[in-house]
């Protein structure tokens, strides 16, 4: 079997396991059916994901110009208590900003390496967890903006994580917690504006992730540095491939990059 096309991160099914795909332009492929299969990935271009053309990918998927232009790239992405659309202030584009800005947030804990807080769109749970590896994860609070969820995420910082060790998490090296436990214990540090949205009564939830084998110590695959890659897929977790020779491909991290994949 024989694909072709720009990288974009997996989409995902919450099932038990997780299932996953493999999106191109005119075609897609479900990740699960081709474990324990020989697999090669061979770089052919780059091809940002906004403006299309071949360009080296900067961040996310995009070329550098498009990176500090566009309003899907802007600061308040990766940090959300820089939001200003609850105040018709504009970033870069203020009807993009108060479409994805102006809904409901969640700050969330998930354990993929180690407990860390979280903020994600509330109709990106669960596949957040998902493509962060959680094997368990809750929601703390859901507010009407993410600026609200922004804040929220600063002040608990100061009390818990808000990174995930990759290479713990792929190894598999992980313990479970009482999430119910550490909400109820971060609960005193969410900010007074954020405190009425906070979630009493929910539990956690549990995620199943397709893995045959867990590498015993990862090494990481760049396309730039090796364009054409070959192995035998063993697991699938996050974002990543887990391939047979411990190597893993973090499919979020080469959006934007355009592939040949050959599976045997």
């Given amino acids: 079997m024989q694909y072709e096309g720009v990288l974009k991160k997996m989409q995902t099914e919450m099932a038990s396991p997780i299932q996953y795909y493999l999106v191109f332009e005119s075609d897609f492929l479900n990740m699960n059916q081709v474990l324990d299969c020989q697999l090669q990935i061979k770089l052919i271009k780059h091809q940002c994901l906004n403006c299309g053309n071949d360009r ?21 992405i990766m940090r959300p208590e820089l939001s200003t659309a609850h105040l018709n202030q504009e970033d870069r584009d203020l009807e993009y900003e108060k479409k994805v800005q102006l809904q409901p947030h969640i700050v969330y804990l998930a354990n ?20 962060q590896g959680a094997h368990e994860a809750i929601e703390i609070v859901e507010v009407p903006n993410r600026y609200l969820a922004g804040i929220t995420e600063v002040a608990l910082k100061d ?19 009482d999430l119910v436990a550490w909400r109820n214990t971060l609960r005193s540090y969410i900010p007074q504006e ?19 084998k867990f590498p015993e110590k990862v090494k990481s695959l760049s396309l730039d540095k090796t364009p054409t890659y070959q192995g035998i897929l063993k697991g ?26 050959t599976i045997s």
């Fill in 236 to 261: 699938i977790k996050g974002q990543y491939l887990i391939f047979e020779d411990n190597t893993v491909f973090n499919i979020r991290g080469s959006e934007g990059y355009y592939i040949g994949l």
């Fill in 194 to 212: 954020a405190l009425p949205y906070f979630i009493e009564s929910n539990t956690e939830t549990n995620l199943e992730f397709p893995v045959l």
């Fill in 159 to 177: 009390h818990v994580s808000d990174k995930t060790n990759w290479r713990k998490m792929l190894t598999n090296d992980i313990e479970d917690q």
């Fill in 56 to 76: 080296p990918i900067y961040r996310q998927g995009f070329c550098r110009s498009c990176f500090f232009d566009i309003p899907a790239a802007g600061d308040w």
């Fill in 112 to 131: 993929s390496s180690n407990i860390k807080v979280g903020v994600t769109r509330k109709t990106q749970i669960p596949t957040r967890w998902i493509d």
